[in-house]
């Protein structure tokens, strides 16, 4: 594959710009310069760097990021920053594939949640992963108002009524971890599902927390606002989990 359309492929602008990145010097492969847009290199598994940072080529990119509060899962926010001003320029506009223009959200948080959020340019991934119907486990630690009663973790294992659906939604496991921490897994995605369970059952969340998402956990050293790329061992054990739910 060509080195300017491998710079294409990922994200770092149209094929005259990336061959300029290339001609002024800015690209290195293998710790040696390369000013020539037609050098042809294999794709997979190469690390590659433009203007001394280090990029590994992805064919489709598969992140995590750990979402601060005060920010929105949204392109065009409203009120709040977007998350996506946390992410590097060539995620952001990596060319269009299957309808998805760079990196998205898979499924959202409101602004004031924080915890692992996925982002990728796969759109059967996104729709695997954030379908109901593949009931992917995703649990959250809830901060409560008031001191947890053992009745109302039973009511959210039984089912609670929400108000746009006679149908009761159930939590797929629910423990008080302390008087006012809750651990709460859903394998749903309802609109402030969380907030409105636990408004059911007559209390109140203060603090929201997305802590894993199918066998994934948010590593303990990534801290609000970063990210990292997911590992294939990451995504074949959200797949396996996936598959078992």
Same mark, same amino acid.
């Given at each position: ?19 300029? $990145? ?5 690209? =290195? ?7 020539? *847009? ?10 590659? !760097? ?19 509060? +005060?920010?929105?899962? =949204?392109? !065009?926010? =409203? ?15 990596? *060319? ?10 898979? +499924? ?6 924080? +915890? ?16 109901? /119907?593949?009931?992917?486990? #995703? ?5 409560? #108002? ?20 006679? !149908? ?13 921490? $809750? ?27 997305? =802590? ?12 609000? +606002? ?10 074949? $054990? ?5 598959? /078992?739910?």
């Amino acid at each position: 594959m060509r080195l300017e359309d491998i710079l294409f492929s990922q994200g770092f602008g149209t094929r005259r710009v990336c061959a300029g $990145l290339v001609q002024q010097g800015f690209v =290195s492969v293998a710790g040696s310069v390369c000013d020539d *847009p037609g050098t042809f290199f294999q794709p997979e598994g190469l690390v590659f !760097k433009v203007q001394g940072v280090d990029w590994p080529f992805a064919e489709r990119a598969y992140l995590m990021l750990h979402k601060p509060t +005060g920010t929105e899962c =949204s392109q !065009k926010p =409203s009120t709040w920053p977007s998350i996506y001003t946390l992410l590097p320029g060539p995620l952001r506009t990596r *060319p269009q594939k299957a309808a998805v223009q760079g990196v998205q959200a898979v +499924g959202r948080l409101d602004q004031d949640t924080t +915890g692992l959020l996925l982002l990728t340019d796969d759109g059967k991934f996104i729709h695997r992963m954030s379908s109901p /119907k593949h009931h992917v486990p #995703k649990v959250y630690e809830v901060t409560t #108002k008031y001191e947890i009663l053992p009745d109302q973790v039973d009511r959210l294992l039984a089912g609670v009524v929400l108000d746009d659906d006679p !149908k009761p939604v159930k939590a797929a496991a629910c423990e008080a971890v302390a008087p006012l921490h $809750l651990r709460l897994t859903l394998t749903e995605g309802k609109y402030h599902q969380v907030k409105r369970m636990v408004a059911a059952i007559g209390n109140r969340v203060e603090g929201l927390h997305r =802590s894993t998402i199918g066998g994934l956990s948010l590593p303990d050293d990534l801290a609000p +606002g970063q990210w990292r790329w997911l590992t294939a061992d990451d995504l074949a $054990l959200m797949a396996v989990r996936a598959a /078992k739910a």
